[in-house]
């Protein structure tokens, strides 16, 4: 199974590294571009990148398939890859709608209602509900062991695909930030999924690592192209298809503490303080003096450029994606 996977790994990571740089300038002639607003002189930059991501995980699922199917005889887990696909697949193009609705200033997307977004997100829960995927048992602390029975599937799952989805699109606004922390933790997880021979979620995680991994040539500092919302819902999905199919929950927990600490921090700010500051003779400035976001911690010193603070940030999430080695 792992030669295939390596090979659609490579398929993925080619589509998306071809694919992104005509993205880019159709989203320019369409006029889908947002200010990035860590920039001195606010430059146009096109949005909504999770749209090649989708693609090049698209095609590598369905040559997976295909080899499977027509080179090994093999069904195996289709049920499973398909669910994945179309979870993933709903979720992002949620996030794109987010993405189109660009407010007049330009700096940022209108995007969806507050109220919108969780009704919306929880239709990608659907094809995993419906397939009954996942193992009902869970470890929980202080109660061992527990069956959840059927409030596994139908609401344990939602639950997980909405609150993923909204908890990864909280972190972001820096030139490779959300994409930084994507290869991180889809990697760490696709390793510690063949390793524990979790074959579909090895499956979603490296394919997702491969997109990533072209996508962040176009995404890193300065970027020619922002991920949005359709890249961060994207990656929320491919979070709780990873800890649902491979029955991974305790590792995709320990992945996303930072997302908790962000939404703590977000919480304290009662969800009106903004991760973006402002950029001031190459350095990044937080415009509150008090810590309502991660980035807050460097941002507010006025010390670090913002590809320092995406650095740090970044190697917040690898000290704990490293967790679930030892946990």
């Not at 049920?79 to 993405?99: K, N, P, Q, R, Y």
């Not at 600490?261 to 009662?270: N, Q, Y």
């Not at 670090?304 to 917040?316: A, C």
Request: aromatic share 14%.
């Amino acid at each position: 199974m792992m030669p295939a996977i390596l090979l659609c790994f490579v398929i993925s990571f080619f589509v998306v590294l071809l694919l992104t740089s005509y993205l880019i300038r159709y989203l320019r002639r369409t006029g889908l571009c947002v200010k990035d607003q860590n920039k001195e002189n606010l430059p146009l930059v096109p949005i909504s990148g999770g749209m090649a991501v989708l693609t090049g995980i698209f095609v590598g699922f369905m040559c997976y398939v295909f080899i499977q199917t027509f080179f090994y005889g093999s069904n195996s887990y289709l049920l499973e890859i398909f669910a994945a696909t179309i979870s993933i697949s709903i979720i992002t193009f949620v996030g794109f709608m987010d993405d189109i609705i660009i407010k007049k200033s330009q700096y940022e997307s209108g995007g969806l209602k507050q109220w919108q977004k969780p009704i919306l997100t929880l239709s990608a829960a659907i094809p995993l509900l419906v397939i009954n995927s996942g193992v009902a048992e869970m470890v929980v602390p202080f109660l061992g062991k527990v069956n959840f029975g059927l409030f596994y599937p139908l609401l344990l799952i939602p639950v997980g695909v909405v609150g993923a989805a909204n908890m990864v699109n909280m972190l972001g606004g820096f030139n490779g930030l959300e994409t930084g922390m994507g290869l991180v933790y889809t990697g760490m997880l696709g390793a510690y999924a063949y390793v524990n021979h979790r074959p579909v979620a090895a499956l979603i995680a490296l394919l997702t690592f491969g997109a990533l991994l072209a996508f962040f040539k176009y995404n890193k500092f300065p970027a020619k192209i922002l991920p949005g919302d359709s890249l961060t819902y994207l990656l929320g999905a491919v979070l709780v298809s990873i800890a649902i199919l491979g029955n991974l929950e305790k590792a995709a927990v320990i992945v996303s503490i930072p997302f908790f600490v962000e939404f703590i921090l977000k919480l304290r700010g009662k969800f009106k303080k903004k991760t973006i500051g402002y950029c001031k003779d190459g350095k990044l400035f937080s415009k509150y003096n008090k810590i309502y976001s991660l980035p807050h911690i460097f941002t507010r010193t006025g010390r670090y450029t913002e590809k320092q603070v995406v650095f740090f940030i970044v190697l917040i999430e690898l000290f704990f994606s490293s967790l679930i080695w030892f946990v």
